[in-house]
């Protein structure tokens, strides 16, 4: 009934309107500097490890491999993956058909360096070959260097008490005595990459979403290597983050030094950034709204902690040791190491501060994964619900977020690096990029420098902790035959790309607040909100 309800007063709002105009958009420029300002890139991404097969010297392969054939068997075994790595230029073929200026992907440490100080260039000359297609294409790459994944020996998660001390084979992972280590090593990494790919690409970012890698891996210990210190997060915790702000740095100058080489003749060489995790984080209490002052604060408290403390490091040169608000550390080796921000939206939640979860200093509880914590909130419409994923697909909140990292770094160019819906409907894959794109067209409109959209992802893959439920793919991905095949996303998403434009038909047939497309079964999904 409720459905209903707010599906007839969309119908009652829109009765007398003029229809949606087109949004128009520039072509592409580069994603930094002055000249890139007022352009427009269309993109599509993926990770190395949620793609690529044959991927056995990473974490994740030992982690997730089942015990019975030597891995520690936590979660779905990656396995091969979508079979990225040798289907490879198929993929290409799929990103040069949709019209996309750009592909966003990462080049596996751990493939290309195994075994510590152990080069494997049969896995350089096949990224290399990855590159030169590109160029052929027209497409431009985004080349990530760390996007959740490390070769095993960074920090094997068999021997989490690193009982011997740093080792080739076990550095012991971030916030250890192998820590700086990780950094020259990371920074190695960078140059070599750099020298042997600079002269085809242009577009480096050194981090994916680092709250969420670290809290994950470091605090809960759901990813390798399995380290929990969620009761320290002042300490042991901060420790980690520390070492990770440095590894960006020390990432960025290498590759600022080592890539020389314009490879698209623009004038820039080596363009720099990272990409964050951002979400429209609302105060709530017992599952609704809330103007309490002390859940406000809350909200004010994570957003903090979640979207700025790590930017503000790495563009300020100072470090907020225990994460309360003030700056406690000049780190001057850190400051003006971004050259662009990317960000990465998928949903809306509840904050509150009643009965917290999060320790000190964050004291607030947040709404994750479906699970009632009372910070939860009622969506607009159940069709939002995101099943498999356990939150809300609320597109609208993306210009917002934007907004506000404009509002604080006015001078940092932006870029939606990731936003896109796991969903087995195709309808709403093309509601979700239409609506994202009309919700960022009012940061556009702003004066925000804000570059372009890259759609998560270009097929299906592995989703870390949800295995190969979730179907985010413009392409669906058989995993019997490992065949793709075209959504309706990226039917819409391609047509918008080539032609530069959101049509108001589109925009009539897939955009507004309206309620969704529903996805089957989703009422009855026990990882969605209850509300």
Known sequence: ??????????????????????????????????????????????????????????????????????????????????????????????????????????????????????????????????????????????????????????????????????????????????????????????????????????????????????????????FPPGKITFNKLDTEFVAVVRDYIS????????????????????????????????????????????????????????????????????????????????????RPEWANTLDWLGLQYYFRAGVSADRPLLPAPANLTACFSGLDTGSCLPSPDPTYCIPRMGYEGWTDGIGDVVMQYADRYPTVPLLITEAGISTEVGARRAENIVRNLESLERARKAGVDLRGYYYWSLTDNFEWLEGFGPRFGLYKVDYTSYARSETQGATVLGEVARTRTVTTAQREAHGGTGPMTPEPGASDDVFCPKQ
């Not at 993929?91 to 493939?111: H, M, N, P, Q, T």
């Not at 960078?190 to 981090?207: C, P």
């Not at 363009?271 to 979400?279: E, I, T």
């Open 247 to 330: 590894m960006h740095a020390a990432a960025y100058k290498a590759l600022k030094a080592a890539d020389t080489m314009d490879a698209d003749g623009d004038g820039r060489a080596a363009d720099v950034g990272m990409s964050m995790s951002v979400a429209d984080w609302q105060p709530a209490r017992k599952n609704m709204p809330s103007s309490n002052p002390d859940d406000i604060a809350a909200r004010d408290r994570l957003v903090y902690l979640f979207h700025f403390v790590w930017v503000d490091s790495i563009t300020n040169g100072t470090f907020d040791a225990n994460l309360d608000g003030t700056v406690d550390e000049q």
């Open 1 to 222: 009934m409720a459905a209903r309800i707010v599906a007839l007063l969309s119908l009652l709002t829109a009765c007398g309107e003029d229809p949606p105009g087109a949004l128009t958009y520039g072509a592409m420029g580069p994603i930094s500097g002055d000249a890139g300002k007022g352009s427009w890139r269309f993109g599509a991404a993926s990770a190395a490890t949620q793609i690529e097969d044959m991927n056995v010297a990473t974490d994740w392969y030992l982690w997730t491999q089942p015990v019975a054939q030597g891995g520690l068997g936590k979660g779905t075994f990656v396995g091969d993956a979508t079979k990225g790595y040798s289907k490879v230029m198929e993929d290409l073929a799929l990103v040069k058909s949709l019209g996309l200026d750009s592909y966003r992907f990462s080049i596996e440490w751990a493939r290309i360096e195994p075994v510590k100080d152990q080069i494997d260039e049969a896995a350089i000359q096949h990224y290399r070959a990855q590159l030169v297609a590109m160029k052929a294409m027209g497409i431009r790459p985004l080349v990530t260097l760390h996007h959740f994944s490390n070769p095993q020996w960074i920090a094997d998660p068999r021997d989490l008490g690193c009982t011997a001390g740093p080792t080739a084979t076990n550095l012991c992972g971030f916030g250890s005595p192998g820590g700086p280590m990780i950094i020259a090593e990371f920074a190695a990494h960078a140059t070599l990459v750099a020298q042997r790919f600079g002269d085809l690409v242009d577009e480096w970012g050194t981090i994916n979403e680092p709250i969420n890698y670290l809290f994950a891996s470091y605090a809960l210990g759901q």
